[in-house]
């Protein structure tokens, strides 16, 4: 089902693995919530020692164009990353979007 998705919202160019996804439709507006699955490590991007400690999830939303007349948001919760060694925290990658964007790469 999750493939059906990801191919069905034009996402497939992401080369993306989702751990969990709802679409929920409020007015005109179709919400896609997705979570990515953990990654067994992450490499601190100002320290460079691996680390797996998720911090937090921050909820992003990212315009992803339209769908049906209709506009559709992906609402991706995104895990915050915090390194033991250096003590920095940062986001796992994004592949909806570039670093600070709101829109989608496909849009």
């Given at each position: 089902m999750l493939y059906d998705i990801i191919k069905l919202l034009n996402l497939e160019d992401f080369?993306?693995?989702?751990?969990?996804?709802?679409?929920?439709?409020?007015?005109?507006?179709f919400y896609l919530h997705l979570k990515l699955k953990k990654q067994i490590n992450y490499v601190c991007v100002n320290c460079?020692?691996?680390?797996?400690?998720?911090?937090?999830?921050?909820?992003?939303?990212i315009k992803h164009?339209?769908?049906l007349?209709?506009?559709l948001i992906i609402i991706y919760y995104s895990r915050r990353i915090k390194c033991k060694d250096c003590g920095k925290s940062f986001?796992?990658?994004?592949?909806?979007?570039?670093?600070?964007?709101?829109?989608?790469l496909l849009y």
């Open positions: 080369n993306i693995d989702i751990s969990s996804a709802y679409v929920i439709k409020e007015q005109n507006v460079g020692c691996i680390c797996s400690n998720v911090h937090d999830y921050v909820k992003k939303q164009g339209l769908f007349n209709n506009q986001f796992e990658y994004n592949p909806f979007s570039n670093k600070y964007d709101s829109i989608s």
